[in-house]
């Protein structure tokens, strides 16, 4: 089935590189007009490039600081006035500071919360009006299987996704009672090939490199084999679709069965 988001407008947070990138080329390739944001600004630039009027849609990247609320205006204000509306939000930005709890600093805990859960607040918050005033849409939020169980020297990182997974399930509840046709769902990614794995340590006090995601598939998933960041984004286009049209306060996830377990 061609066509699938085809006239939707989508934006996508966190768009540059791994989970987001994949997302954005998804839906650019079934007919959304997609707005790409980061701070990794050539490499936004270069996401837009290669989306440039992708089956109709049209393709453009801003830079965008997700926990800086007057950036989220402006963001929602620029879609407004070249679009003129909002159907899908793709809350993907985060980042991954693992280190044992001791060893965290407040202001990386700080960090890692502000962007990981404040900025996907701000989202909703800043994106919500603009959809409404559209008849609806759909907005994803990226949690992680973190969000679902706990994870030794990851616990800032839960904390986050944890927060994002409930706090979705909240908006959900809030935008159904008030029959605005907007629906709202988190996904959660087991292990998945993404640069942020650069800042995740290996798992062990004092292991300052990155894991071997490899390795830690044979040993975690059930599958056998890490994710892409394609195989989220299937999991994004059909939610940001019409064919999930029954589907709210719902938790994709797709990990190899890692939270089956």
């Known amino acids: 089935m061609a066509g699938r988001v085809q ?11 791994g ?5 954005a080329e998804r839906l650019a390739a079934e007919g959304a007009s997609v707005v790409v944001t980061d701070i990794q600004d050539h490499l936004g630039q270069e996401v837009v490039r290669g989306l440039g009027g992708s089956n109709g849609g049209q393709a453009v990247y801003r830079r965008h600081d997700v926990t ?12 407004k006035a070249r679009f003129g509306r909002l159907d899908v939000l793709v809350n993907n930005a985060g ?9 965290m600093t407040l202001a990386d805990w700080r960090r890692q919360t502000a962007v990981n859960l404040d900025g996907v607040f701000l989202g909703v918050k800043h994106a919500l009006p603009l959809m409404r005033q559209g008849g609806g849409g759909s907005i994803v939020n990226i949690s992680s299987v973190a969000g679902l169980t706990g994870a030794p020297n990851l616990a ?3 904390a986050t996704k944890g927060g994002v997974r409930l706090f979705t399930k909240a908006v959900a509840l809030e935008c159904a009672a008030l029959k605005d046709g907007v629906r709202c769902n988190s996904v959660h990614p087991g292990v998945i090939e993404t640069p942020i794995w650069t800042t995740v340590v290996g798992g062990q006090p004092g292991v300052n490199e990155p894991p071997d995601l490899d390795a830690m598939t044979q040993m975690f998933v059930p599958l056998g084999v890490k994710g892409y960041p394609a195989d989220i984004a299937e999991g994004v286009l059909w939610l940001a679709s019409d064919e999930s049209r029954y589907v709210t306060g719902a938790e994709l996830v797709i990990d190899g069965g890692l939270s089956a377990r």
């Open 19 to 23: 989970i987001g990138r994949g997302c």
């Open 68 to 79: 800086d609320e007057d950036a989220w205006i402006a963001v929602v204000a620029e879609v």
């Open 156 to 158: 800032g990182y839960c």
């Open 7 to 17: 006239g939707k407008v989508a934006l996508v947070t966190g768009g540059a590189s």
């Open 95 to 103: 980042i991954g500071l693992g280190c044992p709890i001791t060893d």
